[in-house]
C-alpha cells in the first residue's frame, strides 16, 4: 500500500513563502524510480499540474502560472519531495496535492490521468 502524506500548508500573506513536503511510503513503493508531482486544486476548479521532477532530479517542469516562484526538488534517501513557494499570490489559494507515476520523463506529465498516487492534499492559503 502506497501512502503520500503532505504537510506544510497554511494561511500566508501575499508576497510570502511556503514549503510543502510529501513523504512517501508503502513496501511495494520505490521512491527513487517514481517520478513526483504537485498538483492543486482551488475551490470549483478542476485540479491542475503545478510541477514535477523526474526520478534523478535532473528534469523538472513547471505550469506557466508558477515558473520562476516556486521550485520541486526531492531526497530519495528520504523518500521526500518538497515545493518551495515564494512571492505567493492570492490566485495561488488551493489544496495541493501530492502524486507519484511511474514511466518514462517523455510521457505526458502534466494530467491528473498519469499519476498512480496521490496524497490527501494540504491547504495553502494566500491572503491579500
Known amino acids: 500500500q502506497v501512502q503520500l502524506v503532505e504537510s506544510g500548508g497554511g494561511l500566508v500573506q501575499a508576497g510570502g513563502s511556503l514549503r510543502l513536503s510529501c513523504a512517501a511510503s508503502?513496501?511495494?513503493?520505490?521512491?527513487?524510480?517514481?517520478?513526483m508531482g504537485w498538483f492543486r486544486q482551488a475551490p470549483e476548479k478542476e485540479r491542475e499540474f503545478v510541477a514535477a521532477?523526474?526520478?534523478?532530479?535532473?528534469?523538472?517542469s513547471y505550469a506557466d502560472s508558477v515558473k520562476g516562484r516556486f521550485t520541486i526538488s526531492r531526497d530519495n534517501a528520504k523518500n521526500t519531495v518538497y515545493l518551495q513557494m515564494d512571492s505567493l499570490k492570492p490566485e495561488d489559494t488551493a489544496v495541493y496535492y501530492c502524486?507519484?507515476?511511474?514511466?518514462?520523463?517523455?510521457?505526458?506529465?502534466?494530467?491528473?490521468?498519469?499519476?498512480?498516487?496521490w496524497g490527501q492534499g494540504t491547504q495553502v492559503t494566500v491572503s491579500s
Open positions: 508503502g513496501h511495494t513503493f520505490t521512491f527513487g524510480n517514481r517520478i
Open positions: 502524486a507519484a507515476r511511474r514511466g518514462p520523463w517523455s510521457m505526458a506529465i502534466g494530467p491528473v490521468s498519469s499519476y498512480e498516487n
Open positions: 521532477l523526474s526520478w534523478s532530479g535532473n528534469s523538472r
